[in-house]
């Protein structure tokens, strides 16, 4: 806990929950109290105060995504630094019971973030703010998972034993004797994952493809319902078929299914680029299905937003694919 590393994120963490606890009070009358029809004394200083109040949750909420990364970094090429057999974050995050959950609520609450931002972004462009005070009642689940965050993070950290061998990658790097007996008990799905992955990324693209160039009507809750559940069954399973099949390329060993290693210098930083790309297309996905939901409480015209939003969303959907299917490529699909 005396690390600096350490005590940056906790602060920092810190900084970010005292933020929101501060504005919590006039979250609620905003949400009570709100009337954009009322001209009285009440509605004027609530109006006033949602500017600052959206100011401090954009700046609080934005800064959970550069937490992320900064945590990421932290327990790949610090932490391993000072634990013995750690090589990457695998090592750092099997320290103690709160490293894996902590990382998975971390990712989780990104997308409690992005929808407060997406509805706040839509408001701002409302001249009557329409998703005002509806937008707020999400600063409650953002306020407890930031809260949770820093419990988890703070327990995490404050139970790192140095003293402690780490195993790191002897679950994820296996001898050639026992290969094919440990790569049946965690991708015993593998052939149906890489068919799933192809089926789904395939619907996802002909969708982003026809949205782009060619849909001009207003979208259905039931059919974006379906391709959002269509793409988060793709973003799962990438990441499935990321790690039981493409990594091995990437590293270039059969044998090596550690996803944390492809975020170091001497991949390229490669990790980075996947996984953003998927995180970009999920973040679509969800803001898609936000904007189905609310659209008949907004008055101006997103046709414009929505046709350069998924042109950029079907760039990074095509990488995707393309970027893991290079390595494959590259090694002429045998290794």
Not at 71 to 90: D, K, Q, W, Y
Not at 250 to 261: A, M, N, R, V
Request: a positive charge.
């Amino acid at each position: 806990m005396t690390d600096t590393w350490i005590i940056a994120q906790l602060l920092a963490q810190s900084c970010c929950f005292f933020l929101l606890l501060m504005i919590l009070t006039t979250i609620f009358k905003i949400t009570k109290k709100w009337n954009i029809l009322n001209n009285d004394e009440i509605q004027i200083n609530l109006e006033r105060r949602t500017f600052l109040v959206g100011a401090v949750l954009e700046l609080v909420l934005l800064f959970q995504g550069f937490s992320l990364i900064a945590f990421l970094v932290t327990i790949n090429e610090h932490i391993p630094s000072l634990l013995r057999g750690a090589m990457c974050a695998t090592g750092a995050l099997e320290a103690n019971e709160f490293g894996y959950p902590l990382l998975y609520f971390k990712i989780g609450s990104l997308f409690v973030y992005s929808s407060f931002l997406f509805l706040h972004f839509l408001d701002k462009k409302e001249p009557t703010y329409p998703l005002t005070p509806y937008k707020y009642y999400l600063v409650i689940p953002a306020f407890l998972c930031v809260s949770i965050e820093f419990v988890l993070m703070s327990l995490y950290f404050w139970n790192i034993n140095p003293d402690l061998i780490a195993t790191c990658c002897s679950v994820s790097f296996f001898s050639q004797e026992v290969n094919t007996v440990n790569f049946l008990n965690f991708s015993a799905f593998l052939n149906e994952g890489i068919i799933g992955w192809i089926f789904t990324g395939s619907i996802l693209g002909i969708y982003l493809i026809y949205n782009s160039f060619f849909k001009k009507r207003k979208e259905k809750l039931f059919s974006m319902a379906l391709i959002f559940l269509n793409g988060i069954l793709y973003i799962i399973l990438s990441v499935y078929v990321l790690k039981f099949f493409f990594v091995k390329y990437i590293y270039g060993l059969p044998s090596h299914l550690c996803l944390f290693d492809i975020f170091f210098q001497k991949y390229n930083y490669i990790g980075y680029l996947i996984f953003f790309n998927l995180f970009f297309v999920s973040l679509f996905l969800i803001n898609k299905l936000i904007f189905v939901l609310v659209q008949k409480k907004l008055g101006t015209d997103y046709s414009l937003f929505w046709n350069k939003y998924q042109k950029i969303t079907l760039l990074f959907w095509l990488l995707s694919w393309l970027v893991p299917c290079l390595y494959y490529f590259a090694w002429e699909g045998s290794l």
